[in-house]
């Protein structure tokens, strides 16, 4: 079966860290170009970062750039998500993003709770 698997969220206090795994399952992640969205509630989806495949280039999107780091590891088909400094308005569930061409994979989410 074809999926992406994301792990690594929870609770977390203001300030703190967490690392979000993004893993493949049945493709090649370092062909696809990965993404991390997040949705918080009563809100649209919205792209957070993003790495490309054979450069590895990277975006972020300007609430989180300084805070968090993508980073991929191909031979282990991962995609990890480093989040420091986290804010409450960071609480969303964060979704992974994988796509090529017309090909395109979505994970069923990991939530993070920033809160005291």
């Known amino acids: 079966q074809l999926q992406l698997v994301e792990s690594g969220g929870g609770l977390v206090q203001p300030g703190g860290s967490l690392r979000l795994s993004c893993a493949s399952d049945?493709?090649?992640?370092?062909?696809?170009?990965t993404a991390w969205f997040r949705q918080a509630p009563g809100k649209e989806r919205e792209a957070v970062s993003c790495?490309?495949?054979?450069?590895?280039?990277?975006d972020y999107a300007d609430s989180v750039k300084g805070r968090f780091t993508i980073a991929r590891d191909n031979a282990n088909n991962m995609v990890y998500l480093q989040m420091n400094s986290l804010k409450p308005e960071d609480t969303a569930v964060y979704y992974c993003?994988?796509?090529?061409?017309?090909?395109?994979?979505w994970g069923r989410g990991s939530q993070v709770t920033v809160s005291s």
């Open positions: 049945g493709f090649q992640l370092g062909l696809f170009h």
């Open positions: 790495i490309g495949t054979t450069d590895h280039s990277t």
């Open positions: 993003n994988a796509k090529r061409g017309l090909t395109e994979y």
